[in-house]
């Protein structure tokens, strides 16, 4: 059976910390589907289509690697992509008491899905989303957290702010 990985996130935008866990995930799963929330409540910085474009040029290395979105429940895509694991990063103290609340849900509404956490490396312990865009609104050098191309974007979306 071919082992199917989904990883979820909101990846608004792609950050190395991310990069890195879904190079780890391509070589311990047979494929790994990046999967961007697309989340009405929330008001992100990137579209969906720029999530999903900036991951997938991040991620055009990697063999094995898809990006796709979703709406709804996480569990109903997992299912309906035929994956048997959703895969999920940890950085600090603070992920593992909201990770264990979603972990456990996730449990009782998909009893055979199986949740895989892998720590973050010690170089991106620090990096998240939200601080990558607040750094790159004050026009901060962010080049050592987040690809190429969206340092780029980034850049370009700041421009004028
Ligand atoms: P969400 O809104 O679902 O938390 P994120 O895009 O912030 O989505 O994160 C997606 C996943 O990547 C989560 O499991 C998160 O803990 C993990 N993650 C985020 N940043 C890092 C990082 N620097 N190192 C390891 N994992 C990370």
């Given at each position: 059976m071919e082992k199917i990985a989904v990883c979820p996130g909101s990846f608004d935008p792609i950050t190395l910390g991310h990069l890195d866990i879904i190079e780890r995930g391509a070589k311990t799963f047979d494929r790994v589907i990046v999967a961007v929330l697309h989340n009405q409540k929330k008001e992100p910085l990137f579209t969906v289509e720029e999530r999903v474009r900036l991951i997938k040029e991040a991620t055009s290395h990697?063999?094995?690697?898809?990006?796709?979105?979703?709406?709804?429940?996480?569990?109903?895509?997992?299912?309906?992509?035929?994956?048997?694991?959703?895969?999920?990063?940890?950085?600090?103290?603070?992920?593992?008491?909201?990770?264990?609340?979603?972990?456990?849900?996730?449990?009782?509404?998909?009893?055979?899905?199986?949740?895989?956490?892998?720590?973050?490396?010690?170089?991106?312990?620090?990096?998240?989303?939200?601080?990558?865009?607040?750094?790159?609104?004050?026009?901060?050098?962010?080049?050592?957290?987040?690809?190429?191309?969206?340092?780029?974007?980034?850049?370009?979306?700041f421009k004028s702010v």
């Amino acid at each position: 059976m071919e082992k199917i990985a989904v990883c979820p996130g909101s990846f608004d935008p792609i950050t190395l910390g991310h990069l890195d866990i879904i190079e780890r995930g391509a070589k311990t799963f047979d494929r790994v589907i990046v999967a961007v929330l697309h989340n009405q409540k929330k008001e992100p910085l990137f579209t969906v289509e720029e999530r999903v474009r900036l991951i997938k040029e991040a991620t055009s290395h990697l063999e094995h690697v898809e990006v796709d979105w979703f709406g709804g429940l996480l569990i109903d895509y997992v299912k309906k992509s035929n994956a048997q694991t959703i895969i999920r990063g940890l950085r600090a103290v603070t992920d593992f008491e909201y990770e264990m609340q979603v972990a456990s849900i996730n449990k009782k509404i998909g009893p055979e899905i199986e949740t895989f956490f892998m720590m973050t490396d010690n170089h991106y312990s620090y990096v998240s989303s939200s601080i990558v865009k607040e750094a790159a609104r004050y026009h901060a050098n962010v080049d050592d957290l987040v690809p190429a191309n969206v340092a780029k974007a980034l850049k370009a979306k700041f421009k004028s702010v």
